[in-house]
Structure formats: C-alpha cells, structure tokens
C-alpha cells in the first residue's frame, strides 16, 4: 500500500486517504564563508568550524486524496478529523515504501480542495535533516 503514518495515525486505515504524491526534500548545508578582499573565491570553513557538514531542517510535502464516500465522513468532519490530529504537531512520519525508517517535524495540514469527487488535502512537514532507523534512532541516514 502506498500511505504513511503521522504519528500515530495510518493515512488510508484511519481515513481511506492515498498517498497521492510526495516530496522529499534534500536538507541544505550550513556553511559559513568568508569573502577575503584580493582572495578568488571565498574562503570555506566549514569543516574547521563544524568538524562535518551540518543541514538545516528538510522540507517534505504530501498530498493526500480520497473521496467523502470512500472515507465515509463529510469533508468538513474529515478536514476537523486530519487538522485536529496532524496540525501544528511534531510527529513521526513513516512512508510504506520505506517502513524501516522514520523522519520527524513540524506537520502543517494545508487547505482542503474538493472538486466534487476527489478531496486532495496537502500536508507539508518542517523536518530534521536525517530519516531514522526505527529500531536504533541512533543510526541516521540522509
């Protein structure tokens, strides 16, 4: 099955919503640079200061679809359902095409659209740079 769990919450076992697309995002690197007059290029050091790269926070955006017949709620008592669950929380997310590992943010539930048939609802996550392993949160991975 092509879903994810926020939390606690299974997106299509709770709600019959599919994981309709997803994007992962690359963590930017934080650098710190200095701009030597007379100098090409700056002069990078990172490394010196850090000792190894260090990223800034991943973005993830989903979009999850269904039906109000298929989830069997009205789409005001879906939206209420999902906002009250996911909004504004920091949670897991655990993807069914990688269920080995965990990443973990902030869960933005954005404005549901319903074209008569199909309800899309985005969801956009503020997360940490690495996906976790679930058994052992300390092995990280990019």
């Not at 199909?118 to 996906?131: A, E, F, H, L, W």
């Amino acid at each position: 099955m092509n879903g994810v769990t926020i939390g606690n919450i299974h997106c299509y076992k709770t709600w019959k919503c599919f994981l309709s697309s997803v994007e992962i995002g690359t963590p930017e690197v934080e650098t710190i640079t200095i701009d030597v007059p007379g100098r090409a290029g700056v002069l990078d050091c990172t490394e010196r200061i850090f000792g190894e790269p260090v990223y800034k926070n991943r973005p993830i955006n989903l979009q999850l679809q269904t039906t109000a017949e298929l989830s069997g709620e009205n789409r005001e008592s879906l939206r209420s359902k999902i906002t009250n669950a996911w909004h504004g929380q920091k949670m897991r997310i655990i993807f069914d095409s990688d269920p080995l590992y965990f990443y973990e943010g902030r869960i933005s539930v954005g404005t549901f659209t319903d074209d008569g048939t199909i309800i899309t609802i985005p969801v956009s996550c503020d997360c940490k740079p690495y996906k976790y392993l679930i058994s052992d949160p300390t092995q990280k991975s990019l």
